[in-house]
């Protein structure tokens, strides 16, 4: 062997070597910027409409669970769910908020009934609810006030941070007539939400509601949305429900107009 | 059995629906009407756009003339489900299929419209889907599309 052919083979060993030397991870790139939570969403799985969703793209979220109410408030609230229930299937539905043109207010306006708007600008995050003409604005590392000293609203007071590429809410001061899922609460309650873009096409919403003085513990779920790419939101504006309360049986009926 | 997986599954969905938005148990979704009529007002305006329609059952030589309220989804849903705000005018002549009030007043949920142009629609997904024939007033198979 002459020297030529000895260094060829160091050469090649190392050569070797490094080809099978174990390569520092790269990221891939994202084809999606995962900070960017802009454009207009659906719910994500849309239970009727045809928005030419594939369910099996992400996975569906699991039912939103009954309420942890401390049994004082649990007893009432069942009462009132089976009250509902009944109404509906004697086919005399109890009117409810809706009826009166209510908006949801928070949390409900997060489940997206309609198509959802979110606006991102250097200090805050805006979601628009088509429903109702809801709009919620969170406010990127602001101090929310002490609980005694919040407003109440529909839509409360919230602040926004990131953590990561985890987009994190706090939410308090939601009026004591504005309940999701019909629940009671206190001035006390927290909405907390972590909202998370999983692909160029979903983000993820984790909700946790707390209230020490009516629940036994957090009450937790989770919203997934759909990019609905070029859409336009459409006003609405709850001009003249014709169906209204009965004043004296609280149903909902129909108005019926003769001419 | 497999009709009961889907029966329950149809039920889940319907009370996910129910919880979405507003409950429309005051209309009977089984006892469908199909009514031909002359519209006096199209009124398209939120929570509900709302179709007057002088009409009547035109395969029932005894029915009479009524005025009906018939309630439609809002705005969005029907735009989004391919509606025009302008598709419907007054004196159009148009064929229904409803599910009347339970309470015998004449008012209804829509279900499906035909235009006088011959185009048909469905009222958005929450609505529910008709289970009688738009031409006809004959029973629709069950879990036939409309």
């Known amino acids: ?3 030529h052919a000895g260094w060829s083979l160091v050469l090649m060993a190392l050569l070797a070597a490094q080809a099978c030397a174990p390569k520092k991870a790269e990221a891939p790139a994202l084809a999606y910027d995962p900070k ?10 849309q239970p009727t409409e045809n928005s030419g969703q594939d369910p099996s793209v992400v996975p569906r979220p699991e039912p939103i669970p009954a309420p942890p109410l401390k049994p004082e408030f649990k007893a009432p609230w069942d009462a009132e769910q089976k009250k509902i229930a009944a109404a509906n299937a004697a086919g005399e539905p109890i009117a409810t908020g809706y009826t009166h043109c209510i908006p949801d207010g928070m949390p409900a306006m997060m489940m997206a009934m309609f198509p959802m708007e979110v606006l991102q600008t250097p200090k805050q995050v805006t979601v628009i609810q088509e429903a109702y003409n809801q709009v919620r604005r969170i406010y990127l590392n602001d101090t929310l006030p002490a609980v005694e000293d919040a407003e109440p609203g529909f839509w409360g007071h919230s602040t926004g941070k990131w953590e990561g590429n985890d987009f994190v809410v706090e939410t308090i001061g939601i009026k004591d007539n504005v309940r999701f899922r019909n629940a009671p609460h206190s001035a006390a309650m927290r909405i907390h939400e972590r909202m998370r873009v999983i692909d160029a096409d979903h983000f993820e919403n984790d909700v946790t509601v707390e209230d020490p003085e009516y629940l036994t513990g957090p009450w937790s779920w989770k919203w997934v949305y759909q990019r609905r790419p070029n859409y336009k939101m459409y006003e609405y504006v709850c001009e003249d429900n014709r169906e209204f309360a009965d004043p004296v049986t609280g149903k909902a009926r129909l108005r019926i107009d003769h001419k | 059995m497999k009709s009961r997986i889907l029966m329950a599954l149809l039920a889940c969905v319907m009370s996910t629906v129910a919880l979405a938005h507003h409950s429309f148990a005051m209309f009977d979704a089984e006892k469908q009407l199909r009514l031909t009529g002359k519209v006096t007002a199209f009124t398209w305006q939120n929570p509900h756009v709302y179709i007057q329609l002088e009409g ?19 705005p969005g849903i029907l735009n ?3 509606w025009k705000f302008n598709m419907i005018k ?7 299929i409803v599910g009347p009030l339970r309470t ?9 419209v035909k235009l006088p142009d011959g185009r048909i629609f469905g009222n958005g997904g929450p609505a529910g889907p008709p289970n009688i024939s738009i031409e006809d007033g004959k029973p629709l198979p069950a879990g036939a599309k409309p």
């Open chain 1, 1 to 3: 062997m002459n020297r």
């Open chain 1, 36 to 45: 960017d939570f802009g454009g207009t969403w659906d719910r994500y799985p």
């Open chain 2, 56 to 74: 009547k059952d035109p395969n029932d030589p005894k029915a009479k003339v009524r005025t009906w309220t018939i309630e439609c989804a809002n």
């Open chain 2, 80 to 82: 989004r489900a391919g």
């Open chain 2, 90 to 96: 007054k004196d159009d002549l148009i064929t229904v």
């Open chain 2, 104 to 112: 015998g007043e004449p008012g209804a949920l829509l279900k499906q």
